[in-house]
């Protein structure tokens, strides 16, 4: 059957012309420099490729012309994208006078459809998709279904891209539907691996049917031992995203305040509310992509809310006027807040990308916020009094806080060092070499002070579980006696006053057991060093190790095994094994010997070392720690899982 020109079928229809479609350049230098186009071949590159399909579906229900979007990890290690909307352009290209434009879009690098020009959605970003050539280059096969003007269409391309033959109208589309549907399969010769995690795809399509407001998005894993199927839509869009991410804590109070404002060609929607907590949540995006770095639009919000608040708390005689405005980070403190805004050409900036640097997204956000913050302070004076009471308070705590830091200062100047008693210290002042063992309890802590190399490892036992920082401020922070021996071990002060090059020790091992009080503590421990000591995780410092769960005797030497995992690992390679495992005690229990065992080896160099220099990058265990708390996790992942380092021994 042949097939019409795009002109031929598109009477009246003002959306697109094969016409529109904008040619750069080949296939080719996508194989040969994928980074160049996904980041990186390492699994952020392999989820991109799903990330380049699903934007084009969302794009159209941009564009109001889809309403769902169904996303499946098929069985054989595809993926399959499919929407309702109108179906890629099936039409002949003009200049390509033997392709239609759906052919071109998979083809050709950089061809796309035009936005910004006539029919598309006019603050979409950029070419509508550009990436799908891409995912075709990089992937052994691609599926390209189209369901338009009454017909199905299937193309299919092999090895790169190549096509096996043309698009091919195969019968009718179901019951008259519109829609593409694309599987892939990612190329193995190009990635280090080519499997999926669902948790990743599944949080993604969360935040994209947060951000799309009304619009379906249903997930599936057809592999085997999957995970149940999953369908987000949010009819109140960005307002239930904030609810979704204060569930979990304390609300100040239940509404969540909410406005948006369009421009020609820009448009901001925010929502924000507040937590009983003490830390400032902002998640910002343009065009649907986050931007962890912030830029204009969070300057913009941040600008206007600081002002918005003293305003406000001026006028009502809150804050009298001779009192110093609220800084903004009181203002933050507790804040849940959400920034999305749409506009052409978006400049995403930074090493990372993360950062938007569109100049006049800034006065607009300001604007907006200045003129609907405002409003909605006047219109929920219970809800804004409370805003400006938790600023109060926030802004008492700042300054004692600081006089609790400058007397924390004050008393390590007059005790020499200022360590803490219950350190015991290695002999070696060379931070290079120096390893610092945090352990749980005193008893772990005395049987790891007989095992440890005395030159460079030293040990600071912690008693119980430390002070949760998640939920206390600085100043109560700093009188709990576990934190100022951590703060004074490290050396190297705390919060905005840390300073990396003076660490006392480049490792900061905390070693805990296996079990729920281990994995506890170890969260704990994670977050203060997270929230307090950001430049010690960031730089690579902290380490996590385990001791192992089980020994057993291969001829006269003792193995010793991390989990059951290992042990199931162990037996499978040596089938005929024959002597009995022991189970390990936690660490508080295990005497001198064992421990000995396990965290050095006999020419005294320790495995934890060994550890540390074949130590990956793990972020389910980082899941595990960081258990549900979502938020803390994906901050954690995002900004620092390539440098921290987690320890199997
Ligand atoms: C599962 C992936 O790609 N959907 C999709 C893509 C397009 C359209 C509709 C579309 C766009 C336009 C007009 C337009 C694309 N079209 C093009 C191009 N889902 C998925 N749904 N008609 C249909 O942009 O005006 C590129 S993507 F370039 F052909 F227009």
Not at 191 to 217: D, H, P, S, Y
Not at 518 to 526: A, C, D, V
Request: hydrophobic share 35%.
């Amino acid at each position: 059957m042949a097939l019409k020109t795009e002109k031929e079928r598109n009477v009246g229809e003002p959306t697109y012309d094969a016409g529109d479609i904008t040619v750069l350049e080949g296939l080719d230098p996508v194989r040969k420099r994928p980074g160049m186009y996904i980041g990186s071949t390492g699994p952020t590159g392999l989820h991109h490729l799903v990330w380049e399909i699903v934007d084009n579906a969302v794009d159209e229900a941009m564009a109001g012309h889809c309403d769902r979007i169904e996303v499946t990890l098929l069985a054989d290690g595809g993926v399959k994208v499919a929407d309702n909307g109108r179906g890629i352009p099936t039409g002949i290209h003009p200049k390509y006078k033997d392709k239609t434009a759906a052919e071109v879009v998979y083809t050709v690098l950089h061809a796309g459809g035009k936005f910004g020009e006539g029919g598309g959605y006019k603050v979409s970003g950029g070419l509508h998709g550009v990436g799908s050539s891409v995912v075709n280059a990089l992937s052994t096969r691609l599926l390209l279904e189209i369901d338009r003007d009454g017909d199905h269409h299937v193309m299919e391309f092999i090895d790169g891209g190549n096509p096996t033959g043309k698009l091919l109208v195969t019968g009718p589309s179901p019951k008259g539907s519109t829609g593409t549907t694309v599987s892939f399969w990612p190329d193995p010769s190009i990635f280090e691996e080519i499997e999926f995690r669902a948790q990743t795809v599944v949080e993604r399509l969360q935040v994209m049917a947060f951000l799309n407001k009304g619009l379906e998005i249903h997930f599936e894993d057809d592999r085997p031992d999957a995970k149940p199927a999953q369908t987000f839509k949010y009819k109140d869009g960005i307002v239930d995203y904030v609810r979704h991410l204060n569930a979990a804590k304390e609300a100040l109070f239940r509404k969540v305040c909410y406005f948006e404002q369009k421009e020609e060609t820009m448009e901001v929607d925010i929502a924000l509310q507040w937590n009983a907590g003490f830390y400032e949540s902002i998640h910002s995006f343009a065009n649907g992509i986050s931007t962890i770095d912030g830029g204009m639009h969070e300057e913009g919000f941040k600008k206007s809310l600081t002002n918005v608040a003293n305003k406000y708390a001026k006028a009502k005689g809150t804050l009298k006027e001779k009192d110093d405005n609220l800084l903004g980070e009181d203002i933050r403190e507790g804040i849940t807040a959400i920034i999305s805004v749409r506009l052409q050409d978006p400049q995403f900036e930074g090493q990372t990308k993360g950062k938007l640097g569109n100049v006049p997204v800034r006065s607009l956000v300001e604007r907006a916020t200045n003129e609907k913050l405002s409003e909605w302070f006047e219109e929920n004076p219970r809800e804004a009094n409370q805003i400006i009471q938790k600023g109060l308070l926030a802004a008492r705590a700042r300054v004692a806080a600081r006089s609790a830091r400058d007397l924390t200062r004050r008393k390590s100047a007059l005790d020499g060092a200022g360590l803490p008693g219950k350190l015991v210290d290695c002999s070696s002042k060379e931070p290079r070499e120096s390893e610092l063992f945090i352990v749980e309890g005193n008893s772990a802590g005395g049987s790891a002070k007989d095992a440890r190399n005395p030159k460079t490892q030293a040990i600071l036992p912690i008693r119980g579980k430390i002070l949760n920082v998640e939920r206390a401020r600085i100043d109560k922070m700093l009188k709990n006696t576990e934190i100022q021996a951590l703060i004074s071990a490290i050396g190297a002060g705390l919060a905005e006053d840390f300073d990396v090059t003076k660490i006392r020790y480049h490792k900061v091992i905390i070693l805990a057991d296996a079990d729920v009080d281990g994995s506890h503590i170890r969260t704990l421990l994670l977050t203060f060093f997270f929230r307090q000591m950001k430049p010690l995780v960031e730089g690579g410092f902290v380490y996590v190790a385990q001791p192992p769960l089980y020994s057993t005797l291969v001829g006269k030497e003792k193995v010793y095994l991390k989990d059951d995992h290992a042990k199931a690992a162990f037996l499978a390679e040596h089938p005929n094994h024959k002597a009995d495992f022991q189970r390990l005690k936690g660490l508080g229990e295990m005497d001198f010997g064992e421990l000995k065992d396990t965290t050095m080896d006999p020419g005294q160099r320790s495995l934890l070392q060994v550890a540390v220099e074949q130590a990956s990058v793990a972020d389910e265990v980082c899941s595990v720690l960081m258990g549900e708390d979502v938020e803390l996790r994906r901050n954690f992942i995002q900004t620092n899982a390539k440098d921290v380092r987690f320890l199997d021994i």
